[in-house]
């Protein structure tokens, strides 16, 4: 699995979420990195991340999402592969 970054475009604004190929819902990828959606939630909003009306993370400059991918696949994909997981 690797984590990648989503785009939306409308007419306010430009935004950016965490994704996979297969999946782009937050608690989705919560589950396949072996966190809760609150374990989830609490990291990504380190990296100026905001929760949307439908309850999903985006961020406001594309930046922040790859330094948040950085982390998540440093710490948490790469644990999973350790444990064989």
Not at 12 to 27: A, S
Not at 54 to 67: M, P, T, V
Not at 72 to 81: S, W
């Amino acid at each position: 699995m690797e984590l990648c970054i989503g785009k939306v475009i409308n007419f306010k604004e430009t935004t950016y979420y965490i994704r996979t190929l297969e999946y782009m819902r937050d608690k989705s990828i919560a589950s396949l990195l072996g966190l809760s959606i609150n374990e989830y939630q609490n990291i990504v909003k380190r990296f100026n991340s905001y929760i949307r009306s439908d309850g999903e993370l985006f961020f406001k400059n594309k930046e922040d999402a790859e330094k948040c991918i950085e982390i998540l696949e440093t710490y948490y994909l790469i644990m999973k592969r350790l444990t064989g997981e």
